[in-house]
Every structure is written in C-alpha cells, then in structure tokens.
C-alpha cells in the first residue's frame, strides 16, 4: 500500500526565479531495473505498479490533478526509503474539475 509523503526537504531553501531552478537529488531505480527494484522491495515490479496504480488513482480522484505524462524515465524506485515509489516531473499536469 502507499505510503504516506515524504518530509518536506531540509536544509536551506532556494527560491526559484526566472533564471533558477532548484533541483533535488532522488538516488533511485528506474523501474525497468528489475535486479535493483527486487533489491529493496520484496514484492517486486508487482508492488510496484500496485504502488503506482494508487498514487495515480490518488492524484486523479482525491487530489483532482492529472499528470499527462507518466513514463518510465518520470518513475523511481528509492534506494534509501525501502523502495517507495517516486514520481517526477509533474510539468505537464492539469487540475480536474467536478465536470470531467
């Protein structure tokens, strides 16, 4: 089952501008490594997709946002937090409406 969010990050914060944009670092998997997904999570690719299919449906039917772009390359699997499931680059998303 998902897991609840992450902490906000720590250490100084940077304030993007229109010539800035502060990144953080995730060290993870991509989710096509197999050898290193099973690594850190016992269930697998299987407790991976049950991880992304609820984050997904979180997203759309709770939070009301829909990413348009979800692909291998915007998924991690983290090293560091037992394998939770991380999604990235959330450029290309658009709030939902009550009539959709």
């Not at 609820?54 to 009301?64: K, N, P």
């Not at 037992?82 to 959330?90: C, K, N, P």
């Amino acid at each position: 089952s998902p897991t609840a969010p992450p902490p906000p990050p720590t250490g100084a914060w940077v304030r993007p501008t229109r010539r800035l944009l502060p990144l953080e670092f995730i060290d993870g998997y991509k989710p096509t490594n197999r050898a290193g997904v099973a690594s850190c999570r016992p269930d697998g690719a299987v407790g991976v997709l049950d991880d992304l299919a609820a984050a997904f449906a979180r997203t759309i039917f709770v939070d009301g946002v829909f990413n348009a772009d979800p692909h291998a390359g915007n998924i991690l699997v983290s090293k560091r937090e037992r394998g939770r499931v991380i999604i990235l680059d959330f450029g290309l998303t658009k709030r939902l409406t009550r009539r959709v």
